[in-house]
């Protein structure tokens, strides 16, 4: 058995085989109703596609219509709270998983308590244990635990994408360690070439630096980190590492001091122009590499040296306390768990959690589901740096670029994040 296969089969344990037929719940009618849905997916990525069939599929067996609206990651991260609390709530939407985000809108009784519905539809069956955890919140919004509030029916993970042509016409091979890793980065340096194509004003950059952390963590650090099972020293080796890491690759070169000011958005198009030959980030932009990478052949690697990588199960659809059609958005999520939807995510590029491995036939999204197999396997999910508090995505990101920036060093600004970090958990625990 293949490695994807071991993943896809361990995933889908309890799935519905390869039936196209509505769940065992029963068909939900929804003549006459409309679900207003959101997500942040382009057209073209995994779950885009997977989910556009979804809608045809959930439209046909309901009678119910589908208003779609896509939103941004930003807009739905920044305004949940507020849309969420008011009549312009939408009946489900993608949502970030983590106590920061999923967490904190169960919290605060914004999210619809999903236990009746995993039992209906048996989802919980269809979700390996370790990609439920995100899943379930307790009272204060700690993820592992407690009710479920979201249900997520792909994988991510983050991992190097690198341009073949530049690292063969540069002679670089694929670096297995650290040093291997930035003598890569020099080679490309000292060709004229900022090897990493980055953004500090947004997540790419806060991931690297939490990557960096994990070639020097244990699970323990991650536990403590995350789920708040002791003390983090944030002067410790760990984020004292990364920290340095971060400034001396931006001294040297290696990340442009204009990533400061640029988006995800601008990084990922830096790679896909062949600008940059390295872009450090997640799963989720696979497909659109494969559709809009014209100009050269790229390929992936987990970050060398290191068993942990920043990864999770993927996004959830979340249901809003207060939607007004509760039992057609979980009709709408069970279709998306269905073998024949999840195909399309693994055929496209994304990593399905209720697959038949025999269903997924494309060889690049076989290679990219055996990456995270690699890291599920090794224990090596450490999930995301933002995660522990509601504020700290904005505060990593502000203390980054304040380091980028040069006006504060190493320690001052894991002095000011570890404050941040402390003040926010207290908050949660109150």
Known sequence: MTAAAALLTGCASGSTGGSTSASSAGPVDGTGKTLTLWDFESDTSAMGIAWNEAIKVFEKE???KVKFEAKSFEQIRSTASQVLNSDQAPDILEYNKGNATAGLLASQGLLSNLDDYVSQYGWDAKLAPSLQTTAKYDENGIMGSGSWYGVPNYGEFVEAYYNKDMF????V???????EFE??????????ITPLAESAAEYPLGQLWYQLALTKADRSFVNDYQLYTGDVDWQGKELTYATNTIKDWTDKGYISKDATGTKAEDAGTAFIAGTNPIFFSGSWWYNRFTTEI???????????GATMSPGSSGNMWVVPEKAKNKDLAAAFID???????????????GVPVAANASDITDPKSQELIANFNTLTA???????????TPTFYDQLNAGLQELMNGTKSSK???TELGTEYNDGIKDIKK
Do not use: C, H, S
């Open 62 to 64: 309901t009678g119910a």
């Open 168 to 171: 063969a016409k540069y002679n």
């Open 173 to 179: 091979a694929i670096p297995t360690t650290q040093a």
């Open 183 to 192: 003598a890569a980065l020099k080679t490309f340096k000292d060709a004229g």
């Open 294 to 304: 014209k100009g050269f052949d790229f390929g992936t690697f987990l970050y060398p």
């Open 335 to 349: 279709i998306t768990m269905r073998p024949e939807i999840q195909a399309l995510i693994g055929n496209n590029g």
């Open 378 to 388: 090794r224990d090596g999910i450490g999930f995301y740096p933002d995660w522990p």
């Open 412 to 414: 001052d600004v894991l």
